[in-house]
């Protein structure tokens, strides 16, 4: 096409815009625009602006994206050629018909996917199992990486969300927002498992979907330098090159390569190249037709002589970056981050097929911030996610898996090593020799000779390699690395226990330190180099540990080492604390290395000497510690537990002295303190300073919910409970006293500071056996007309024929109730006719109704739901463990078949009932016919 008809285009669509459009457009243009100019700019001018600027056609294109972000996008419809009398006819080639045999080709080539744990005739659908990666335009100052490779968890999320504005891959060849120049050559860089090539194929399929630049590219091809390394020494022209990719006529390819603009040239694992490209600068090809060596057609586009205007999407890693930069020019850096937080549970979700599974796993490993880092890598969010898998499949606890970093380990390497101990052994020892080495001389990359050092041959290797411990680097010739530092760490971990004549400590030919050594370098200010080393040698104290680790691998942890590690971390807890143990702002990094024994014995015993513990912690893993650690603390006399974000707290099981309840109220009392929802269950509380617990509690305006289930209060409690409920400062919306004792003058106190109270919203009064006198104090606070209760209830409540009586009656006369449970009650007949009456009374707001177990009799059921169908609030309805007979089973389908019944959710019927009934299933039959189908949701345990 002819340029100036896309100028023509460009000033008929702008002509198009209403004067508010118009300026809406303006401000999507970039900044390079002379901002000044287009202030008062009309379509003419913004068109000449344009189109001086990017030219016709870039220009064209850039006000199709803007005018699609406008919701505009009839405006680039070639259905507007009325308008110009012209058709934008390049955005496809004259040869559509073999544009599509192509991109068919590549959809068959590139839609499935194959995991590495997978049979030979399994695969999945790529589009099905890719997560988005998190990619970022930034530079990243040293201090910066540095401080990345140190963070973890939730922290190391934060940094990822920081470091600057995520960028699309659709917007990967867009101009540049400051400069409107737009890149030609686009480099993806990342680490090792970042998921390069995943995104590289992700890109290639979206276009031969028609999902992705259709309007930019006419042609995608894909290569990889693995498969460029052995035609190194072959002579071809880059016609030949990419000939097995395209298989079409001559013709077509002359008339591809006739428009470079309208390429893209996708090479993946530029780091993986055989042959030097950076040396190569003269005697280069401007000839696509011509034939030369193979890395002089690559150096030559690469340096843009060969093709270029042609469009360039490259992959490496960031070792190898340095080398390439002189060929390219003005590149576009993108580095992969790996998985945002987000991603990371989309790719969990996706792995399982499975929503519900998917974050069920998730929720397993963002409580562990070591688990949760490695996730953000995609080659680790695999490993884990397979052993969690694994575990499913053999009907065993995942959540066993996932406790500690060591078990994670174990199962995956159980899962990728044989089972034979000659082979095990012929490869573990030198292995693990080799990791220890490089762990004391801080080196990740090993060479073949510190391989052969360690008696580690070339069938050794391609064993290791094929078992996905090793991976071959691509920077380096002949050199090896683990496939993820922290399988360095575990392997130099598993070295201390692999040999039995302690190599390490007496091995003349060993400059690789002893444990001793291990631990007094763990205690250095400075020793992140040997810290996971360290709490894997804890994890191995485990007792199912150990034992897997004699039965795989026949090496025991020896008692003189489990001594050395008992004496150690005593030392260290001492050293830190003396005999106070805080979990405070820097987490203590020796408790995290009791938590992965997982051994109480040895626990209590290195925490023989705390007696007072305070806990302040940001996330849930330290939680997890920091109770495991409390747990098996017997000297323990004060805990004090400080969080300025704790917003949920449930203490169990505890009698309170004084010196405790003055802990927890000098929290409650902390102005900045976030505290909504206290439980205080199963507990007893007792001394002085319950009066100040209770203040505590009536000036703590962010408290929304008190749970005091089963605890025991005295007459003279309950009165300070009654004066935080009737202070104004109390906000509280929940309030539970299940199993509580409410009888006695106490009682009375209670429910005459509940009617006072104008915030209360949900009362929890189960397992209480409430007398009359009780049920007619809560009768009036139903009736009060300040009363905000939306939910009450009173389950197992042992309710008599009166309470019943009265409690319904009230019910007709309230219009905040909208859920109320009776379940576990027996009602006769006259209880069950004020029901009814109420369920009829157009004040009663019930929508949710629970009255499981209650042992209707027939006249009382029937009633019941004959009163239902004449109910238009009533959405949730819960009968379940009631035999309901015949007769009432045709009311209930009459119910559901009145147009003023509600219910959306109805929950009824047991084995019994269907044994009682001989016309149970056609009774469910007529309900399916009469109007089951108005529920959302049915629930029958038959």
């Known amino acids: 096409m002819d340029i100036s008809i896309h100028h023509q285009m460009l000033v008929q669509g702008l002509k198009n815009l209403t004067p508010e459009e118009l300026e809406t457009f303006k401000l999507y243009l970039p900044d390079c625009l002379p901002r000044g100019l287009l202030e008062e700019a009309d379509h003419t001018i913004v068109t000449d602006l344009l189109v001086s600027s990017h030219g016709p056609y870039e220009a064209w294109v850039l006000s199709l994206r803007i005018w699609k972000m406008m919701g505009l996008t009839e405006l680039g419809e070639p259905a507007r050629k009325e308008d110009c009398g012209l058709v934008p006819a390049q955005v496809l080639p004259a040869s559509s018909d073999e544009r599509k045999k192509y991109q068919e080709r590549m959809r068959e080539k590139f839609q499935f996917m194959r995991n590495r744990n997978s049979r030979p005739e399994e695969h999945e659908l790529f589009q099905h199992q890719f997560t988005q990666l998190l990619l970022l335009q930034v530079y990243r100052y040293k201090e910066q990486k540095h401080h990345e490779l140190l963070v973890q968890g939730w922290e190391h999320a934060e940094v990822m969300e920081e470091r600057g504005k995520p960028i699309e891959v659709s917007a990967l060849f867009d101009p540049d927002?400051?400069?409107?120049?737009?890149?030609?050559?686009?480099?993806?860089?990342?680490?090792?498992?970042?998921?390069?090539?995943?995104?590289?194929?992700?890109?290639m399929l979206d276009w031969a979907e028609g999902?992705?630049?259709?309007?930019?590219?006419?042609?995608?091809?894909?290569?990889?330098?693995?498969?460029?390394?052995?035609?190194?020494?072959?002579?071809?022209?880059?016609?030949?090159?990419?000939?097995?990719?395209?298989t079409g006529p001559l013709a077509s390819m002359t008339e591809i390569m006739s428009k470079p603009k309208r390429l893209l040239f996708i090479?993946?694992?530029?780091?993986?190249?055989?042959?030097?490209?950076?040396?190569?600068?003269?005697?280069?090809?401007r000839d696509w037709k011509q034939q030369r060596p193979v890395p002089i057609l690559l150096s030559s586009l690469l340096r843009k002589t060969l093709l270029p205007e042609a469009?360039?999407?490259?992959?490496?890693?960031?070792?190898?970056?340095?080398?390439?930069?002189?060929?390219?020019?003005?590149?576009?850096?993108?580095?992969?981050?790996?998985?945002?937080?987000?991603?990371?549970?989309?790719?969990?979700?996706?792995?399982?097929?499975?929503?519900?599974?998917?974050?069920?796993?998730?929720?397993?490993?963002?409580?562990?911030?070591?688990?949760?880092?490695?996730?953000?890598?995609?080659?680790?969010?695999?490993?884990?996610?397979?052993?969690?898998?694994?575990?499913?499949?053999?009907?065993?606890?995942?959540?066993?898996?996932?406790?500690?970093?060591?078990?994670?380990?174990?199962?995956?390497?159980?899962?990728?090593?044989?089972?034979?101990?000659?082979?095990i052994l012929q490869h573990m020892r030198g292995l693990c020799r080799l990791a220890a080495e490089g762990i004391w001389e801080r080196k990740l990359l090993f060479e073949k000779e510190d391989l052969r050092r360690h008696n580690l041959e070339a069938a050794d290797v391609s064993a290791l390699l094929d078992m996905n411990i090793f991976q071959k680097d691509n920077e380096y010739e002949n050199c090896y690395s683990f496939i993820h530092l922290s399988f360095q760490e575990f392997f130099a971990a598993m070295f201390y226990l692999m040999?039995?004549?302690?190599?390490?400590?007496?091995?003349?030919?060993?400059?690789?330190?002893?444990?001793?050594?291990?631990?007094?370098?763990?205690?250095?200010?400075?020793?992140?180099?040997?810290?996971?080393?360290?709490?894997?040698?804890?994890?191995?104290?485990?007792?199912?540990?150990?034992?897997?680790?004699?039965?795989?691998?026949?090496?025991?942890?020896?008692?003189?080492?489990?001594?050395?590690l008992?004496?150690?971390?005593?030392?260290?807890?001492?050293?830190?604390?003396?005999?106070?143990?805080?979990?405070?702002?820097?987490?203590?990094?020796?408790?995290?290395?009791?938590?992965?024994?997982?051994?109480?014995?040895?626990?209590?015993?290195?925490?023989?000497?705390?007696?007072?513990?305070?806990?302040s912690i940001r996330y849930q893993y330290e939680a997890l510690i920091a109770i495991f650690c409390i747990k098996h603390c017997p000297g323990a006399r004060r805990i004090l537990f400080i969080n300025e974000?704790?917003?949920?707290?449930?203490?169990?099981?505890?009698?309170?002295?004084?010196?405790?309840?003055?802990?927890?109220?000098?929290?409650?009392?902390?102005?900045?303190?976030?505290?909504?929802?206290?439980?205080?269950?199963?507990?007893?509380?007792?001394?002085?300073?319950?009066?100040?617990?209770?203040?505590?509690?009536?000036?703590?305006?962010?408290?929304?919910?008190?749970?005091?289930?089963?605890?025991?209060?005295?007459?003279?409690?309950?009165?300070?409970?009654?004066?935080?409920?009737?202070?104004?400062?109390?906000?509280?919306?929940?309030?539970?006293?299940?199993?509580?004792?409410?009888?006695?003058?106490?009682?009375?106190?209670?429910?005459?500071?509940?009617?006072?109270?104008?915030?209360?919203?949900?009362?929890?009064?189960?397992?209480?056996?409430?007398?009359?006198?009780?049920?007619?104090?809560?009768?009036q606070i139903l009736e009060n007309q300040h009363c905000k209760l939306e939910k009450l209830s009173l389950a197992w409540?042992?309710?008599?024929?009166?309470?019943?009586?009265?409690?319904?009656?009230?019910?007709?006369?309230?219009?905040?109730?909208?859920?109320?449970?009776?379940?576990?009650?027996?009602?006769?007949?006259?209880?069950i006719k004020y029901l009814c009456m109420a369920l009829e009374n157009q004040n009663c707001k019930l929508e949710k109704l629970s009255m499981q177990s209650c042992k209707f009799d027939p006249t009382c059921s029937q009633k019941l739901l004959s009163a239902i169908s004449r109910n238009e609030g009533l959405k949730y309805l819960d009968l379940s463990h009631n035999v309901i007979e015949r007769y009432s089973v045709i009311l209930l389908c009459k119910a559901l078949e009145n147009q003023n019944c509600k219910l959306e959710k109805l929950s009824h019927l047991d084995p019994v009932a269907r044994y009682r009934s001989k016309h149970l299933d056609v009774s469910l039959d007529a309900m399916g016919n009469l109007g089951l189908f108005k529920l959302s949701s049915f629930t029958d345990s038959i």
């Not at 737009?182 to 995943?198: F, S």
């Not at 630049?213 to 990419?242: G, H």
């Not at 190898?320 to 998985?339: D, S, V």
């Not at 995609?378 to 898996?401: A, F, H, N, Y």
Request: hydrophobic share 35%; proline share 3%.
């Open 645 to 779: 974000s704790l917003k949920y707290l449930h203490l169990r099981d505890i009698v309170f002295e004084d010196d405790g309840m003055k802990l927890h109220c000098e929290i409650l009392r902390k102005n900045n303190c976030q505290l909504e929802t206290l439980r205080i269950t199963h507990s007893g509380i007792f001394g002085v300073c319950v009066p100040s617990f209770f203040f505590a509690l009536c000036i703590y305006e962010s408290l929304k919910t008190l749970d005091l289930s089963f605890t025991h209060l005295e007459e003279g409690e309950v009165k300070l409970l009654c004066n935080v409920l009737t202070n104004q400062e109390c906000k509280l919306q929940t309030l539970s006293l299940a199993g509580y004792d409410l009888s006695g003058t106490g009682s009375q106190n209670l429910f005459s500071a509940l009617s006072n109270n104008e915030s209360l919203k949900d009362l929890d009064l189960s397992r209480n056996s409430l007398e009359e006198d009780e049920i007619k104090l809560l009768c």
């Open 177 to 203: 927002q400051k400069t409107g120049i737009q890149p030609h050559t686009v480099v993806l860089q990342g680490a090792a498992g970042i998921g390069k090539t995943t995104l590289a194929i992700k890109v």
């Open 499 to 564: 040999s039995t004549d302690k190599e390490g400590e007496k091995s003349p030919d060993s400059f690789i330190p002893d444990v001793k050594k291990l631990l007094e370098e763990c205690s250095q200010h400075d020793a992140s180099f040997v810290v996971l080393v360290v709490r894997f040698l804890f994890g191995f104290l485990n007792t199912q540990t150990a034992r897997e680790l004699e039965r795989k691998f026949s090496c025991q942890m020896s008692l003189e080492i489990k001594s050395q």
């Open 311 to 423: 469009s360039l999407l490259l992959t490496t890693r960031l070792t190898a970056l340095e080398k390439f930069i002189p060929l390219l020019n003005n590149p576009r850096h993108i580095e992969i981050w790996g998985f945002s937080v987000k991603q990371r549970l989309e790719y969990f979700c996706n792995f399982f097929r499975d929503e519900h599974l998917g974050k069920k796993a998730f929720s397993l490993v963002e409580d562990n911030d070591m688990l949760l880092t490695m996730c953000s890598v995609p080659l680790m969010s695999w490993i884990v996610c397979t052993c969690l898998k694994q575990q499913e499949e053999r009907g065993q606890d995942p959540i066993q898996t996932l406790k500690t970093t060591t078990a994670l380990y174990m199962c995956y390497i159980n899962l990728i090593i044989p089972g034979d101990k000659n082979f």
């Open 797 to 831: 409540c042992s309710l008599t024929p009166m309470c019943s009586q009265n409690l319904f009656s009230s019910l007709s006369r309230n219009e905040s109730l909208k859920d109320l449970d009776l379940s576990q009650n027996y009602f006769e007949e006259g209880g």
């Open 267 to 285: 090479f993946d694992g530029l780091d993986e190249l055989k042959f030097p490209c950076n040396e190569l600068k003269y005697n280069l090809c």
């Open 566 to 615: 008992l004496q150690w971390i005593e030392g260290e807890v001492i050293k830190n604390h003396g005999k106070s143990l805080y979990f405070k702002t820097i987490f203590p990094e020796c408790y995290s290395h009791l938590y992965e024994t997982q051994d109480a014995e040895f626990v209590t015993q290195a925490l023989v000497t705390i007696q007072e513990i305070e806990v």
């Open 211 to 246: 999902k992705l630049y259709q309007e930019r590219f006419d042609y995608v091809f894909y290569l990889t330098c693995r498969e460029l390394n052995p035609l190194e020494k072959r002579e071809i022209s880059f016609a030949d090159l990419i000939g097995n990719i395209w």
